[in-house]
Every structure is written in C-alpha cells, then in structure tokens.
C-alpha cells in the first residue's frame, strides 16, 4: 500500500470504521502523514502568526482524532488481536510499550476473526469486472459445496468479509488438491511396483532422481520420468 492509498483508505473509506483490518503499511503511512502534516500546517501557521500555529494545529488533532483511532484499531485486527488492547495507552509508558509491539505485528496471514487481509475486504477489492464475477463463480461453488445452497447474493457488487472467508477456505482447498493428487498418484506406484516386483524390498526403490525436473521416482526400473517423460538414464536397474 502506497502513502495515498494509506490516506484515501483512513479518511476517505474508514475515517469512523474500526471494521476489517489494517496492514503494516496501511498504518505507518498514515502514521508519517501525520507527523508531516502537523509539521507543515504548524509551520505555516507560526509563520503567519503564533496563535494561529495554535489553533491549526488543534485543528488538525481534532480532525485526524477519528482516524487515527480506527487505524490503530484495525492494526489491532489485522494481528488477530481485540480492539480493547487501545486501553494499554492508559498505563502511560508501559502502555506504549505495549502499543509498540502490538502495532509491529506483521500480521495474520489469511483470513482470521476480523475479516480477510487486504486488500480482500468488502470496499477495497482492486479486481477487474471479469475477475470480480470470476471470484462470485468461485465463491458460489465454495457456497454450495459448504452450505449445500447457491449463494445467496449472487448480484452483489462488492462482498462481505464472512464470505470473503467462505471463498479463501476454497482456495486453499483448491491449491492443496494437486499436492493430495501428486500422493495419491505416488502411494499408486508404490502400490504398482511392489506388486509387479514383490521380490524386491521397498528400499529398493523411491532413491533416483529425474536430473530434468527433480522429481523422484518410485520405480528404479524406469528408463523415463514418470512426470515429464524425460530420459532418466537410470544405470541402478
């Protein structure tokens, strides 16, 4: 996340919203846009006048008041840690302490009990129309294979955190299918192999390497990769 976007995302979609979360960036942007423009408008304001320095800067506090409490918040969220951790601040010192490590945690990763990471959540989803109905398809399919029923917004322009979690649940399913796959295909060959060879041991087999992709291969009598067809050259058979 970029310094505007930090800026846009606090004041211009979140100023009074401690929904969702906020990730490192999204807060130390905010946090130097706050210490630059209270330098720059404190500048100004002492130039022209010093009670005018004043009064602009209390402004400016007063202003940023409401975002700034939402970003910690959120900062909060985004380690999977409650909100109510901003009381810490009334320990003076020790409070800040603890304010510090808090706000330092990179973050959960994936979903947790305060929504999606950005910028997954339900107003900051950077995607094309096609890939926003390509997400809705997923997320349908995840909705169905979940809940047995269609989801229930299919028309929705933008899509709430829950159901965000819905959808990443899938993916993550989705992404360990071709590794559930690949140990099923092997535990296979294993099978095949010593049953057509019920001589040989288990050690003698599952040591050659394919020299092209790295696979390992389960049949030491193989002459090509069981992956990518390539020549093993194996000289063990």
Known sequence: MTLIESIKRCIGKKYFSTEGRAPLSEYWWFAL????????????GFAIKEN?????IAIWVIFHLSPN????????????????????GLL???GAIIHLILVLDSGTK??????????????DIKLTPYQFAQIKAQLNQAWQEKYGTPYPNPNATSIPNEHMAVWSEWQEKQNQQPIQEEQTQISNENTLYSQQHPSKSSAGYGNEICPTCGTQIHNSDATYCWRCGRFI???SS
Request: glycine fraction near 16%; include cysteine.
């Open 69 to 88: 409490i939402c970003v910690f918040v959120r900062r909060l969220h985004d380690g999977d840690h409650s909100g109510w951790n901003i009381l810490w």
């Open 92 to 94: 003076g010192g020790i």
């Open 52 to 56: 005018i320095g004043g009064t602009l």
């Open 33 to 44: 846009y706050n210490v630059l423009g209270a330098f720059i408008v404190s500048s100004i």
């Open 110 to 123: 994936g979903v947790n009990k305060y929504g999606s990471p950005y910028p997954y959540d339900e107003d």
């Open 233 to 235: 050259n194996n000289q």
